[in-house]
């Protein structure tokens, strides 16, 4: 059964440019969630769909950030315009239930110069 | 912020059991106590949770206190491929919200 797939694997992108993030989850998982590690700090938690809506939008950083999941299967995360600071790992995990464990995707690596 | 305090790091030898240590003094009743590693170059990885009861699977086992207020991640036999960061993780599952919010963890090194 193929994992959590995420692509790219890695962006470099100069600041105000604007970047797209793809998250495939796991067939049949309703639940997908965006987290991302910036600077070195601690994973953060951005957002968390289930199927199509939003049900947790509380670490959204700015409305610089656009997080969709249209027809509830893959998601896309876009940065416009890019600033430094958002450079890092981003994550997606998804989840059958809720309640079950994340599975977690092995993270796009944005570098903003 | 994270409600866990975890060492920053510790080592074990090869193939010996490794205990890593969890502080959860301000649990609620409805929290859950996850435990996820990272591998180098990969997203974290779920490694087994529980609520009071202690929890082994096949890939560790988890004791948990009984007031709750601390549990400890038990490796039976460390490998190699055990290094990694391991965080231990409250989340409350009374409230409709499934997020995980990580802490530092605690960087795990394995000597051959």
């Known amino acids: 059964e193929a994992g959590v797939t995420q692509f790219p694997s890695h962006s470099v992108i100069e600041k105000g440019q604007t970047v797209t993030l793809r998250c495939d989850p796991i067939s049949g998982h309703d639940n997908l969630y965006w987290y991302r590690r910036v600077m070195g700090k601690e994973i953060k938690f951005l957002l968390h769909?289930?199927?199509?809506?939003?049900?947790?939008e509380s670490g959204m950083p700015n409305n610089r950030f656009l997080a969709e999941r249209t027809g509830g299967t893959y998601s896309t995360l876009k940065v416009q315009p890019a600033e430094l600071e958002d450079s890092g790992v981003y994550f997606c995990?998804?989840?059958?239930?809720?309640?079950?464990?994340?599975?977690f995707g092995p993270g796009t690596r944005l570098t903003v110069l | 912020d994270a409600k866990t305090t975890q060492p920053n790091s510790m080592e074990s030898n090869e193939e010996e059991p490794v205990h890593l240590p969890c502080n959860h003094s301000?649990?609620?009743?409805?929290?859950?106590i996850h435990w996820y590693r990272q591998l180098p170059s990969q997203g974290p990885e779920y490694v087994i949770h529980?609520?009071?009861s202690n929890v082994n699977n096949r890939m560790a086992s988890l004791a948990i206190a009984e007031d709750r207020k601390s549990s400890t991640l038990i490796l039976h036999r460390a490998t190699l491929r055990d290094a990694a960061v391991y965080y231990c993780i409250l989340r409350d599952e009374g409230g409709g919200t499934y997020k995980y919010i990580f802490g530092t963890g605690t960087r795990l090194k394995v000597l051959a």
């Open positions: 769909f289930v199927k199509e809506s939003k049900q947790d």
């Open positions: 529980g609520l009071t």
């Open positions: 995990a998804s989840s059958q239930g809720g309640w079950n464990e994340q599975f």
């Open positions: 301000t649990i609620s009743g409805t929290d859950y």
